[in-house]
Structures are given as C-alpha cells and as structure tokens.
C-alpha cells in the first residue's frame, strides 16, 4: 500500500518513501515533564501512535524505529522543585528535581497507555543525553555556527542560509513577529542559546564554558542524531512547535552534519479546542487527560477508549474541538462495536481502511469505514473480525481499552422485560407500553436496539441508573 503524507517543509502531499524500509526512522517531540498532560498533549501523542501503527503494518513490527522524547530539563521543572523546598520539604533541589520527573513521567505514561498510546521503542530522556550535546555544540562552534559569549553558547542564525525555510518566514519576519530575548551578547537579535550558565542552587553540568545546561532546541537535535542516526525518515509534534524549536533543530542539525538531511518529512498536528474555544485555565475549559479520565468538576469519568475516538474523528491538520456531544457518541458507538466483535477473532485489516489510513493519515475517513464495517458484522464472523482487525489498526477495540465496557451495569433483566412486553404487544397490537419503556431508557442514557434477534440495551454516555428504578 502506498503511503502519503503531507509534508510540512515542501507544503505538499508526497509518496512516502522511506530511506532504508527494513529500518523506517520517526522522532516526535515528546513532553516537558512538569505537570500531568492536558488534553491537547493527548492529541499528537494519539496521531504519531496511529502512524506508528500504520508504518508497522506496512514495512513490519520490526522495521520500525520510533522515538519520542521526555525533556527533562527546563525551568518550569525547577520551579516545581523550588516550590517544594520553599514549603519546607528538605531535601536537595536535585533529588526534588529528580523525584518529580520521575512522577510526572510515570503520570504521563500511564494516562497515554489509556488512551491506547503504545510506548514508542526508545523514550530518551535529555539529562541522559548531555555530553552529546555538549559534542555537537563544540563541533557547531569549531565550524562558525555558534559562539560563546558571557557563559552562553549561542547559534548564529545568519551561518545558515535556510533558516525559516520550514516556517515560511525570513529573518526580518521572525524577528518583527516573535518574541524575541533581548540580550546585549547577541550578535543577532534571532541568534537562539544552545547552552547557558546554572547558578549553584540549579541543575547544570560541567563544560567548556562552565556549568551550566543545554538550551531546548539542541536536546532534540543530539538524541535524534544519536539514536536515529543524521538522516532519518519522519520528524513530528504540534504546528505550535514549528517555530521556532523545529526551525532551530533544523538549523543545528544540518550545521553539525552537513551530509545529511536530517528529517526527510515533517508532520504536525493542528491544535486542540474545548466547546469552540481554546482552551485556556482563564475560560475554566482547561483540564488534564487525568480530568476526563477520573472524572472533574462533577462531570461523569470519560473512558480512555472514547478519548482517543474522539480525537480521531478529526484529520490531524484540522483544528479539533473536544466536545461533550461527541463523547457521547463515541461511547455509544464503542458500545455498538465492542458488541457486535465479542468473541470474534481478527482477520485480516480491511483494505479500503488500510488504503484511507495511507492517505494522509485520514483516521476521519477510516471511522466513517469502520461504521459501514459494523452494520456488516452483525451475525456474521468474518466481517466481525475484520472489524475488529481494522479497528485495532486505528487503536480501538483492544483488550487493553476494554474494561470500561464489561465494568458497565447489567440491563440484562431490563432487556428480558422489554423482549416479553414487545413479544405481548404483537399479539395484542397494543404498544403503548413498548413506547413507554423505550422512552424511559433514552432519557435515563440507554441505547436500545429491537431487531428479530430480540432486544439489547447499551448504556451510552451520561447514563443515569437512577431514572430506571421502577422500570421492572
């Protein structure tokens, strides 16, 4: 099957064509890790996962090198620590440090796995990658791309002749329209640091230009260079982080290994929004993928499984609007999907899916399929497996992501009512009570279905046990 994908750098959709297909090479820019994840980090961890999944199939489970990364070294992280100590905890600003990283990265990985996010083959850490980063800084300087000055390393835009290509922009645009650190040893106004000073109190390392710790840009650029080598095939994250940090990996990378081509394709995901709007702690629409998961603010707990259709249900180079309407009917799909493949085995992805996924990734598309493939599946195993297959290629009906369905409450009896009160109302040709209940089940949240098979009954999103007492 032929993969597209839309590249950012020539703005263009283009066959992939990957450089070496028994090792197909993806780095995606991972979490900073001071705090849970919100909502919106959910979206491109999912949307690298499906592509993961989609390379794998298509080039094999073991042909496929996948790395995203956790910063671990960054001042809002150092800020949590100081924190802690300022409130009496006493023990080192390091081991402070430490301890939360530790957490947060545990926090992170156990809200994306569920979600469905596989754990990629290699998630390295930036504090496990500093003399390399140090190396290639050295290397940048010896060949004029950067230059010390006042314990700072500094990259000098102007020594490489692209810079903005990937964006779009010049120089003088960027300058004009970026916040841009004023900072009288700056040779250019754009220059961006590569490594800067520690004070005692914070973490840093020794160096040629003292102690102190890497800037952001440069983490990426070493552990991409060290685990995927100075040309490899797909390099991801949100469009928030084009510019500058993947406009400045571009530049550093390209200097420190001119013979290559670093990333060959770029991809990023549109943001995220909450009910139309952004979402913003201002608005009270800001919260964690742990929020949804347990429950927040008095709103029902909202399974990872439906997260991750939600946010697949539109193209990753759209703009996504979470809203609670759309994680109602994602449940109630789920729900209608998970029934129909009970027991059934997966055979073989379905090709029109398969072939949707390819292009550009159209997991819209693909949900739109998987519909058609549920209505086919009802009572026939074949298509039930391959349903299954091809949502397990997107993600979806996993072992894994199950237990939310089967830890739902049981409207067996209800549902053996209503059969006998139907079974009466043929006879008779009286349904008024066959109304009554039904409509008693929609209101409390329960999808029911009636077909000649008999009578099954879903909890959906927002059910309410309470509106079904005195229903039997």
Not at 156 to 179: F, P, T
Request: glycine share 10%; charged share 25%.
């Amino acid at each position: 099957m032929t993969i597209s994908l839309t590249n950012t750098k020539t703005r263009r959709k283009e066959v992939f064509t990957p450089i070496d297909p028994s090792n197909v090479r993806m780095y995606v820019c991972g979490p900073t890790v001071y705090d849970r994840a919100h909502l919106g980090n959910a979206r491109p961890a999912i949307v690298f996962d499906v592509l993961a999944r989609l390379l794998r199939h298509e080039y094999g489970a073991d042909h496929v090198t996948y790395v995203r990364n956790f910063t671990d070294v960054d001042d809002k992280i150092n800020a949590t620590a100081q924190a802690r100590k300022a409130a009496g905890d006493a023990r080192s600003l390091e081991a402070l440090i430490a301890e939360r990283t530790e957490e947060t990265i545990g926090w992170y990985l156990q809200d994306m796995g569920a979600v469905g996010v596989a754990e990629p083959d290699h998630m390295p850490r930036a504090t496990q990658f500093i003399p390399q980063m140090v190396a290639m800084i050295e290397g940048l300087i010896a060949d004029g791309h950067a230059y010390e000055a006042e314990g700072h390393v500094l990259f000098a835009v102007e020594s490489y002749k692209n810079y903005g290509a990937l964006s779009g922009r010049s120089v003088d645009d960027m300058i004009a329209g970026a916040r841009v650190e004023v900072a009288p040893y700056k040779r250019n106004p754009m220059d961006f640091v590569l490594w800067k000073p520690s004070a005692d109190d914070l973490p840093g390392w020794d160096s040629p230009w003292g102690r102190g710790r890497p800037g952001w840009h440069i983490e990426c650029s070493a552990m991409s260079f060290e685990l995927l080598g100075e040309s490899f095939d797909i390099h991801g994250g949100g469009n928030d982080l084009m510019f500058p940090h993947h406009e400045n990996e571009i530049a550093q990378s390209c200097c420190a290994h001119p013979h290559g081509d670093f990333a060959k394709v770029w991809l990023h995901n549109e943001m995220l929004q909450v009910e139309g709007k952004k979402m913003s702690k201002s608005l009270g629409n800001f919260f964690t993928v742990r929020d949804l998961l347990d429950g927040h603010d008095g709103q029902p707990a909202v399974p990872g499984e439906v997260i991750r259709f939600v946010m697949l249900s539109t193209h990753y180079r759209k703009p996504m609007d979470w809203t609670a309407e759309k994680a109602a009917q994602a449940e109630a799909t789920l729900r209608g999907w998970r029934s129909v493949t009970e027991g059934a085995v997966p055979g073989a992805a379905d090709g029109e899916l398969v072939a949707l996924l390819s292009d550009d990734l159209n997991t819209s598309g693909a949900l739109t399929r998987l519909h058609k493939l549920a209505k086919d599946a009802a009572g026939d195993a074949g298509a039930a497996g391959a349903l299954l297959a091809s949502a397990q290629l997107l993600g979806l009906l996993t072992d894994e992501l199950g237990d939310w369905v089967s830890a739902g409450p049981d409207l067996s009896g209800l549902a053996d009512h209503l059969a006998g009160v139907r079974a009466n109302a043929m006879e008779t040709k009286d349904f008024s009570e066959v109304d009554r209940l039904k409509t008693a089940l929609i209101e409390a949240g329960v999808e029911v279905r009636m077909s000649k098979a008999g009578v099954e009954l879903l909890p959906g999103a927002g059910f309410d046990a309470a509106k079904l007492e005195g229903l039997l």
